[in-house]
C-alpha cells in the first residue's frame, strides 16, 4: 500500500535551516508528482512546494519562494524540502501528498506529518 513518511522536523530558532525528506513506498515513485503541504495550528492546511515526477519543474507557495527548495530523488523513492532562512511563521506540522488515480478518481495520499517549531 501507498505510505509516506516523513522525518527531519525539530525546533529550530528563526533564520535557521532544516531538511525534511518524505520517504514513499508502496508505488512507483518516478510515475507521480509530489508535493509538500503545511497546516499552522487554527489554519486550513496550505500547498508549499509541488515537484514534477522528474523534478524538472517546480512550485512554490509565495511565502516561502528564495527560502525553501524542493527536490527528489527518484533512485531513493525519497523527496526533500530544504527549509532556509526560517520564520516562526513557518512554524506547523509539514506533509507530503502524493494524488493518483484509484478506480477512475483522485485520491490523495499524506504522510503523518512532521512538526516543525520556529522559535527564539
Known amino acids: 500500500q501507498v505510505q509516506l513518511v516523513e522525518s527531519g522536523g525539530g525546533l529550530v530558532q528563526p533564520g535557521g535551516s532544516l531538511r525534511l525528506s518524505c520517504e514513499a513506498s508502496?508505488?512507483?515513485?518516478?510515475?507521480?508528482?509530489m508535493s509538500w503541504y503545511r497546516q499552522a495550528p487554527g489554519n486550513e492546511r496550505e500547498l508549499v512546494v509541488g515537484i514534477t515526477r522528474a523534478g524538472s519543474s517546480i512550485i512554490y507557495a509565495n511565502s516561502v519562494a528564495g527560502r525553501f527548495t524542493g527536490s527528489r530523488n527518484n533512485a531513493k523513492n525519497l523527496v526533500y524540502l530544504q527549509m532556509n532562512s526560517l520564520k516562526p511563521e513557518d512554524t506547523a506540522v509539514y506533509y507530503c501528498?502524493?494524488?493518483?488515480?484509484?478506480?477512475?478518481?483522485?485520491?490523495?495520499?499524506w504522510g503523518q506529518g512532521t512538526q516543525v517549531t520556529v522559535s527564539s
Open positions: 508502496g508505488f512507483t515513485f518516478s510515475n507521480y508528482g
Open positions: 501528498k502524493v494524488t493518483m488515480a484509484v478506480g477512475g478518481r483522485a485520491t490523495d495520499y
